[in-house]
Nanobody
């Protein structure tokens, strides 16, 4: 059974940076595509970024392109989301997710495993 644990969320001011981490355990990490999703109060869950098994392919939502970077360290079984120039509209619970594929997956329904989420709050 795959287990995902996010960390790194917090309260920051607009323009600040945060790095989220997601620790993966239970299976061979390199067999899994990974993604970051977020959900703000009263909103649907949206895909933020996704990465293929070796980091060779990435996806970003238009709203975060140029500000967020997804990466992974297969030796540490961890996926990261570096968030720069944060904006109040980035405020949400951020979830890490994994699916057994070597490709990119963007739709949340295709992901098999989810973390518990970490809160990111950006004040103006």
């Amino acid at each position: 059974q795959v287990h995902l644990v996010e960390s790194g969320g917090g309260l920051v001011q607009a323009g600040d940076s945060l790095r989220l981490s997601c620790a993966f355990s239970g299976r061979a990490f390199s067999n899994y595509g990974m993604g970051w999703f977020r959900q703000a109060p009263g909103s649907e869950q949206d895909a933020v970024a996704a990465i293929s098994w070796n980091g060779g392919s990435t996806y970003y939502a238009d709203s975060v392109k140029g500000r967020f970077t997804i990466s992974r360290d297969n030796s540490q079984n961890t996926v990261y989301l570096q968030m720069n120039n944060l904006k109040p509209e980035d405020t949400a619970v951020y979830y890490c997710a994994g699916v057994r594929t070597r490709n990119i997956r963007v739709r949340s329904a295709t992901y098999e495993y989810w973390g518990q989420g970490t809160q990111v709050t950006v004040s103006s």
